[in-house]
């Protein structure tokens, strides 16, 4: 769940001014410093195009971003829950442990109760908190010159092969596969609706996916077997060019995408993704409407399998196809990411038509 975010201003000047009526209602997350925090935080205000707001501190988390060491915007969401608050204690005090059910059961909680005051609290799980932080720690590792094994252990893995295992289902790949120096880059970015994963050598950007897109680890596989293993964690210019632009899109201030993009695909599936390029912000198309535009009225099927296949999310705006009859079909992102997206655009749908 997330703020309307036609009014992210109204937001920021309540940052702006320590709005104390937001304390348990908003968050900011920094994209220049990667923390999250209370609007009422004493801490020097951000700027404007670094800050991002979210509804629940689970959506802040699963953004990438970590709590503020200076407001604790956790623990003052959990304020007066004694079970939370103690398991909080708890997990700040050992980040790098692997949680289960049992060790709650151990300190004296029962595993449902605490299920509900976490999701109740924070819109995700106590187990969930702790794998994010865990894997957010491997993560930071793995991008500087830490070991694989290195990584293993901040994780609060004591085995390689439980560590592979879990990174395997995040991103699709074993930490040893990942190279040093390599070609394509991979890094996480965060926007309004989540955490995004983009791809890009130092020219083109080669994938860009919300982070729990079912299908992103078969893509990354892909895209990490094509380059031959040459597929590493680090930052390159293009992923701050999207970082940018998706913050203006999300502000409501440009839904023109001006990238550099490395397709991949069929000569067939290329010129889908050229269609969708070409739907503008605020409307939307059929499958048969696209079907018809690249001059392949019988390939309604293909269309939408070439639809499915794009891995460019938002830059090739692959939401903006619905099924014949107006309803929403399928996307990687999820059916409420594509509603959110379809209603923010009507705003540059009004704005073009003044």
């Given at each position: 769940?997330?703020?309307?975010?036609?009014?992210?201003?109204?937001?920021?000047?309540?940052?702006?001014?320590?709005?104390?009526?937001?304390?348990?209602?908003?968050?900011?997350?920094?994209?220049?410093?990667?923390?999250?925090c209370r609007l009422?935080?004493?801490?020097?205000?951000?700027?404007?195009?670094?800050?991002?707001?979210?509804?629940?501190?689970?959506?802040?988390?699963?953004?990438?971003?970590?709590?503020?060491?200076?407001?604790?915007?956790?623990?003052?969401?959990?304020?007066?829950?004694?079970?939370?608050?103690?398991?909080?204690?708890?997990?700040?005090?050992?980040?790098?442990?692997?949680?289960?059910?049992?060790?709650?059961?151990?300190?004296?909680?029962?595993?449902?109760?605490?299920?509900?005051?976490?999701?109740?609290?924070?819109?995700?799980?106590?187990?969930?908190?702790?794998?994010?932080?865990?894997?957010?720690?491997?993560?930071?590792?793995?991008?500087?010159?830490?070991?694989?094994?290195?990584?293993?252990?901040?994780?609060?893995?004591?085995?390689?092969?439980?560590?592979?295992?879990?990174?395997?289902?995040?991103?699709?790949?074993?930490?040893?596969?990942?190279?040093?120096?390599?070609?394509?880059?991979?890094?996480?970015?965060?926007?309004?609706?989540?955490?995004?994963?983009?791809?890009?050598?130092?020219?083109?950007?080669?994938?860009?996916?919300?982070?729990?897109?079912?299908?992103?680890?078969?893509?990354?596989k892909s895209l990490?077997?094509?380059?031959?293993?040459?597929?590493?964690?680090?930052?390159?210019?293009?992923?701050?060019?999207?970082?940018?632009?998706?913050?203006?899109?999300?502000?409501?201030?440009?839904?023109?995408?001006?990238?550099?993009?490395?397709?991949?695909?069929?000569?067939?599936?290329?010129?889908?993704?050229?269609?969708?390029?070409?739907?503008?912000?605020?409307?939307?198309?059929?499958?048969?409407?696209?079907?018809?535009?690249?001059?392949?009225?019988?390939?309604?099927?293909?269309?939408?399998?070439?639809?499915?296949?794009?891995?460019?999310?938002?830059?090739?705006?692959?939401?903006?196809?619905?099924?014949?009859?107006?309803?929403?079909?399928?996307?990687?992102?999820?059916?409420?990411?594509?509603?959110?997206?379809i209603e923010l655009?009507?705003?540059?749908?009004?704005?073009?038509?003044?």
């Open positions: 769940m997330m703020f309307d975010f036609a009014k992210p201003d109204s937001l920021y000047d309540a940052l702006l001014a320590r709005d104390a009526a937001y304390d348990g209602r908003a968050w900011v997350g920094v994209s220049s410093t990667g923390v999250f009422t935080c004493p801490a020097r205000k951000p700027k404007r195009e670094n800050c991002t707001f979210f509804e629940s501190v689970g959506a802040c988390l699963e953004a990438g971003y970590r709590p503020c060491k200076r407001c604790h915007p956790i623990g003052a969401a959990a304020d007066g829950d004694p079970v939370v608050t103690s398991l909080l204690t708890a997990l700040r005090a050992d980040p790098a442990r692997r949680w289960t059910e049992a060790g709650i059961a151990a300190l004296g909680y029962d595993p449902s109760t605490v299920r509900r005051a976490f999701k109740r609290h924070f819109g995700m799980t106590f187990l969930d908190m702790a794998r994010h932080e865990r894997l957010r720690i491997a993560a930071k590792t793995l991008r500087g010159e830490g070991r694989v094994i290195d990584a293993q252990f901040e994780a609060g893995y004591d085995g390689p092969r439980a560590f592979r295992e879990a990174f395997a289902r995040h991103l699709g790949l074993r930490p040893s596969d990942l190279a040093r120096d390599a070609r394509l880059q991979a890094d996480y970015l965060d926007t309004p609706l989540g955490a995004m994963v983009a791809v890009a050598d130092h020219r083109h950007l080669y994938l860009l996916e919300f982070a729990d897109r079912p299908a992103l680890p078969r893509e990354l990490w077997r094509d380059a031959k293993g040459n597929l590493g964690l680090g930052r390159t210019e293009p992923m701050d060019n999207v970082s940018r632009q998706l913050a203006d899109y999300f502000a409501g201030q440009n839904a023109r995408f001006d990238l550099p993009l490395a397709w991949g695909g069929t000569a067939f599936m290329a010129a889908v993704w050229a269609e969708l390029q070409c739907i503008p912000a605020g409307q939307t198309r059929s499958y048969t409407d696209i079907a018809r535009a690249i001059g392949r009225p019988d390939a309604v099927r293909a269309v939408a399998r070439a639809n499915g296949a794009n891995r460019l999310a938002i830059v090739v705006p692959c939401h903006r196809v619905i099924g014949a009859d107006g309803a929403l079909t399928g996307y990687g992102g999820g059916l409420w990411r594509k509603q959110k997206l655009e009507q705003h540059f749908a009004r704005k073009d038509t003044r």
